[in-house]
């Protein structure tokens, strides 16, 4: 009998690789995002050998349905508006995660908790692993008193795959010898540090969101878990009250990178302008939109209205989704289930301060929906009825 079910070592590679496509090496060369793409083109096309399954998740079946009813809005904003409607940036970061997500229901097919976990755990080692040379070769020498950015490789994309891994790392990731040990609490503190000098305030966020549940959320979790993270939420509190200056430090030049903390434009980089722009030209178009905003909107709801207005709605539905899936689903107590709750909400903290979050751009956010994907086959086996398998 195999450890692991057949599929799992194709999406621990699809993990390695896209993972790998957000280092600046390949992202200077643009490449890594292309072979990143490509692969996953490679998986959804293998189902054609695989056979054809009908799943009866209703979650699955939801998205499907909204996603076709999203791609018609598409066309619709475009010819009202005389704009490419295939030329539209949602409808385009949309692509990827949906074929993730296919993906992910049908690799997992007959997965068990343990190859969820043999995924995430490649997840995590292979950005552990690049978190030390992105800190030596690309942030140490960065000035973190002013509110310039000396990394220009897409300081959110890659500040989003550390989260990830930051949560798995806490969570799922129990090696048992020393060695693993060391590696595991090693990496943790390289991927602070790289989040740290990266300043990205929506992965801020998601790190505290983290700590915080963690630090009350006791049901089924390992108890010595929660109290490190108690005692090193308290040691650090500690240490910025007998420290003052320490916090001011922390807080004007990390956390509001070197911006005025008193004013929420700075600190939100204009976002709150961004938020206004994309309500007024909803209020210009409300029913189809503009087609194409033509500019950066940086909050994912405000963009999607202004470029769909209310045609917005399956849109947001299906970003919405595995975050409403994660609250009813956390009352099951399994670990798997609270990391994909604190990576959800994550995601929605990045998509409130991103444009095309939680869907991209490129393959950034896969993971929510190949992880996603990948719960609903476990949790939900019992609700799968396969029509045709070919072997």
């Known amino acids: 009998m195999r450890e692991y079910s057949e599929g799992s070592i194709w999406l ?63 066309a619709i904003t475009g010819l009202v508006n005389d704009v490419n409607a295939l030329g539209n940036h949602f409808f385009r970061a949309v692509a ?13 097919l007959n997965f068990k908790n ?11 080692i292979t950005t552990s692993i690049m978190s030390l040379p992105l800190f030596l070769f690309y942030l ?13 490789y897409g300081k959110n994309e890659i500040a989003v795959l550390l989260l990830f891994s930051l949560v798995i790392g806490c969570i799922l990731y129990e090696p048992e010898n020393i060695l693993k040990k060391l590696f595991k609490y ?9 989040m740290i000098y990266l300043r990205c305030r929506s992965s801020f966020l998601g ?38 200056d320490s916090f001011d430090t922390f807080l004007n030049q990390i956390v509001y990178a070197g911006r005025d903390g008193s004013n929420f434009s700075e600190v939100s980089s204009g976002r709150d302008a961004d938020i206004k722009l994309g309500f007024e030209l909803f209020s210009k178009a ?33 970003a919405l989704l595995p975050v409403i899936w994660s609250c009813i689903n956390l009352k099951n107590g399994k670990k798997e289930d609270l990391c994909f709750f604190i ?15 939680p869907f991209g751009p490129g393959v950034r956010c896969y993971f929510l929906w190949l992880m996603w994907g990948i719960l609903l086959q476990v949790n939900n086996r019992n609700r799968i009825t396969p029509i045709i398998v070919k072997r």
């Open 186 to 194: 090693a990496s943790i503190i390289f991927i602070l540090v790289d």
């Open 140 to 152: 140490r020498y960065s000035d973190l008193s002013t509110s310039v950015y000396d990394y220009d």
């Open 12 to 74: 621990c590679i699809a993990c390695v690789i896209s993972n790998i496509a957000d280092y600046p090496a390949m992202v200077v060369t643009g490449w890594g995002r292309l072979i990143a793409i490509a692969f996953w083109i490679f998986l959804i096309t293998s189902l054609i050998f695989k056979g054809v399954v009908l799943y009866g998740n209703r979650y699955f079946g939801a998205y499907l349905i909204l996603y076709a009813i999203f791609c018609v809005n598409t």
């Open 96 to 108: 990827i995660p949906t074929m993730v997500f296919i993906v992910a229901m049908r690799y997992g």
């Open 343 to 357: 990576i959800a909400f994550s995601m929605f903290f990045v998509s409130l301060c991103e444009e095309q979050a």
């Open 207 to 244: 790190v505290a969101f983290l700590f915080g549940t963690l630090s009350i959320y006791s049901n089924k979790m390992i108890q010595k878990l929660r109290i490190a993270v108690i005692l090193g939420l308290l040691t650090v509190t500690v240490y910025f009250l007998a420290n003052p």
């Open 114 to 124: 343990k190859d969820l976990k043999r995924i995430c755990i490649w997840y995590y």
């Open 286 to 318: 409300p029913f189809c939109g503009v087609g194409h905003a033509g500019t950066t909107i940086d909050c994912f709801y405000a963009s999607a209205v202004a470029n769909y207005g209310l045609l917005a709605w399956p849109l947001i539905v299906m």
